[in-house]
């Protein structure tokens, strides 16, 4: 059964203060790792997809991380305007999401 | 591109009717949709694996006749959640693949479902 736990489940960062969150995941045959941002109310916006382990891909203050076992979601200099829930999913299964809140 | 569109933003019904929500692709062609229902503060929850042209596939648990999953179409899919009660109140986002993207989802913006 296809798995995907995030941590931390809310995470509160000063503005510029850099961090990393984290995905652990267990499934039957990757067929990708998918990072999305879900701001209160409205549906999930993709963000990135891993395939392979050592893949990274970046977008302005975010870069995305994968290993076998696990991927990492890099916030670099973070603004207020980063506060949202991020998710992780493998094939159909979301983890719950991290919270994160960017102070100024 | 990959546009993912849902209508009604916000419903609200009463107890014991039924409610529509739609769901298109509005720039590619979409011959499988999934519809998701998410809880306060939880994770989304898979509901249903929508194909054009024949019937769902129902999630473990997921009642097939009190949430009607119709794919008529390469851009529209429907769900109808039959005799309402206040229990099925919830957020409900579809999502679309564009396989020509790859194998990542393209959301809706969901539909707050409020059953009084």
């Known amino acids: 059964e296809d798995q995907v736990t995030q941590s931390p489940e809310a995470l509160r960062l000063q503005e510029g203060e850099s961090s990393s969150l984290n995905c652990s995941y267990t499934?039957?045959?990757?067929?990708?790792l998918f990072w999305y941002r879900q701001d209160p109310g409205k549906g999930p916006e993709f963000l990135f997809t891993?395939?392979?382990a050592g893949e990274e891909k970046e977008k302005e203050r975010l870069k995305a991380t994968l290993t076998k076992k696990e991927s990492f979601l890099h916030i670099t200099a973070p603004k207020p305007e980063d506060s949202a829930t991020y998710l992780c999913a493998v094939a159909l299964v979301f983890g719950k999401g991290t919270r994160l809140s960017v102070i100024a | 591109g990959a546009v993912v569109s849902q209508h009604p933003s916000r419903v609200i019904c009463k107890s014991g009717t039924s409610v529509k929500i739609e769901c298109r692709s509005l720039d590619f062609q979409a011959t499988t949709m999934f519809w998701y229902r998410q809880f306060p503060k939880q994770s989304l929850m898979l509901m249903a694996t929508s194909n054009e042209g024949s019937k769902a596939t129902y999630e473990q648990g997921v009642e097939k006749d009190k949430f009607l999953i119709n794919h008529a179409s390469l851009t529209l899919s429907t769900l109808t959640v039959t005799s309402a009660h206040p229990e099925d109140s919830s957020f409900y986002i579809c999502?679309?693949?564009?396989?020509?993207?790859?194998?990542?989802?393209?959301f809706g913006p969901g539909t707050r479902l409020t059953v009084t």
């Open positions: 499934v039957s045959g990757l067929r990708g």
């Open positions: 999502s679309a693949k564009d396989w020509d993207r790859g194998y990542e989802q393209y």
């Open positions: 891993l395939y392979s």
